[in-house]
């Protein structure tokens, strides 16, 4: 059996994991960083880069240990090589290049989109290609037909802040905490939607693209109102972006060739709501959905091991002076989209 080990150091949580062919996560380590940038109310460049360095050598340690094994037992070193935050990038990129050379193993450069969306396979064996990815993270805010491994057509994109920005500030306007998922998630459960009312950017647009940054400019007028709530102004912002995303689905489907299975991925994927939005469209549309556990769906490293897996066994290694790339997107071939805020 293959056996990848994998390293993620993409934004703000470090990562090793190791993975066998037959989707069994042999061992898996993270080391958060949320106490780092509580204080600054979200993740800071230079702090996120120094704690990759302080965390990925012993990670990967822990996992050989944790699996008792040596380098000999495994088969190639797949590391994120982008995007994300660039000095976090390169830790992790140069700390794989440096165990391929000393182990003498393969390198594979993992676009840490693609283990995003590759991460539905490794959770469910019966996923096979092509699907509808939803990837919704908090850089990402995309709408993609998975054809195989490397070979994505891109339906939408967001033409200013992603879906998971736009929790983050929202959480951080409102006073909620970081990380501001999952803190406005649980404020939102307190509160009622029905009593605040906000946009839904391009709900309706006659473009597939997603926009989220003038639902974030309005939580931030509402909320300097002093006439809500903010568990009701959380509740709003929460079925806004809902409904966006909806309609931004609904959109698409209407505009490409029939696709039997709907998977959702990225950090943003882990909100109830929105898992219930599209359990719900997809039974409207006799599709299948499926979405990996919420900790699949966070950033992590068996994803990036399952994407080198996947990508070895096409055949696809990187050489030792494969760069970094703050920017990386899965289809070089879409359209632009309109905006200067555009995330590829």
């Known amino acids: 059996m293959t056996l990848i080990l994998g390293i993620e150091s993409s934004c703000d949580e470090t990562a090793a994991s190791l993975v066998r062919d037959d989707r069994t996560i042999v061992a898996h380590a993270l080391a958060g960083q949320e106490e780092r940038h509580r204080p600054f109310g979200g993740v800071v460049p230079e702090i996120a880069a120094r704690a990759h360095a302080e965390y990925a050598a012993p990670l990967v340690e822990q996992v050989m240990k944790e699996a008792q094994i040596g380098p000999n037992d495994i088969d190639a070193i797949a590391a994120t090589a982008g995007p994300g935050l660039i000095g976090g990038v390169m830790v992790g ?16 450069a993992v676009n840490h989109l693609e283990g995003h969306a590759l991460s539905p396979r490794l959770a469910d064996d019966s996923v096979e290609f092509p699907y509808l990815l939803l990837l919704v993270s908090g850089g990402h805010s995309q709408l993609l037909r998975v054809n195989g491994v490397g070979d994505y057509n891109r339906l939408a994109t967001t033409i200013d802040d992603a879906a998971g920005e736009a929790f983050d500030k929202s959480a951080k306007i409102l006073g909620l905490g970081f990380p501001g998922g999952p803190a406005v998630e649980a404020s939102a459960k307190l509160g009622d939607a029905s009593k605040v009312d906000l946009p839904r950017p391009l709900l309706g647009a006659k473009e597939p693209h997603f926009s989220f940054a003038g639902l974030k400019s309005a939580v931030v007028r509402v909320h300097e109102s002093g006439q809500h709530a903010v568990q009701d102004i959380a509740a709003s912002f929460q079925s806004a972006v809902v409904d966006c995303l909806e309609d931004r689905i609904e ?36 599709m299948r959905f499926t979405a990996p556990p919420p900790w699949l769906c966070t950033d992590n490293a068996a994803m990036i091991a399952w994407a080198g897996i ?19 997107p899965l289809d070089n071939d879409a359209a ?6 555009v995330k590829a």
């Not at 632009?336 to 805020?341: C, D, K, L, M």
């Open 93 to 108: 990129l140069v700390t794989g290049k440096a165990l391929a050379m000393a182990w003498d193993k393969p390198l594979i």
């Open 251 to 286: 959109y698409s489907l209407a505009r490409i060739e029939p696709i039997n299975t709907l998977v959702v991925a990225g950090g943003v994927a882990s909100n109830s709501a929105i898992r219930a939005m599209l359990l719900n469209l997809t039974q409207r549309h006799d």
């Open 336 to 341: 632009p989209a309109r905006g200067a805020g």
């Open 310 to 328: 996947e990508r070895f066994a096409a055949g696809l290694t990187d050489g030792l002076d494969f760069a970094a790339k703050p920017r990386w």
